[in-house]
């Protein structure tokens, strides 16, 4: 069965950086459009970020200019890299992968953004 595994979350200061990982198989990777959603307590799952196919990337509004979305497709991976990261930022945040109806979810990465 598909899998996303993502990687790189913890804990960081505000103002630091940190670089999510989000491998993926079973799955032709470079079909898919990859996306970064995030969770905090309390709120509605929300998107941060997705790439397509074929490289067009799309940002929150949130984090324009601060997070950047990437992706592999030698190495089925996407990527977030975070920056200026704020107190708000704290999330779980989850790896997606979608084309037509076929949808698929990582198990989630938690991000805590100290003060």
């Known amino acids: 069965q598909v899998q996303l595994v993502e990687s790189g979350g913890g804990l960081v200061q505000a103002g630091g950086s940190l670089r999510l990982s989000c491998a993926a198989s079973?799955?032709?990777?470079?079909?898919?459009?990859m996306a970064w959603y995030r969770q905090a307590p309390g709120k509605q799952r929300e998107l941060v970020a997705d790439i397509s196919d074929g490289g067009t990337t799309n940002y929150a509004d949130s984090v324009k200019g601060r997070f950047g979305i990437s992706r592999d497709n030698a190495k089925n991976t996407v990527y977030l890299q975070m920056n200026s990261l704020k107190p708000e930022d704290t999330a779980v945040y989850y790896c997606?992968?979608?084309?037509?109806?076929?949808?698929?979810w990582g198990q989630g990465t938690q991000v805590t953004v100290s003060s």
């Open positions: 997606n992968a979608h084309k037509f109806t076929f949808v698929y």
């Open positions: 079973r799955i032709t990777f470079s079909i898919f459009t």
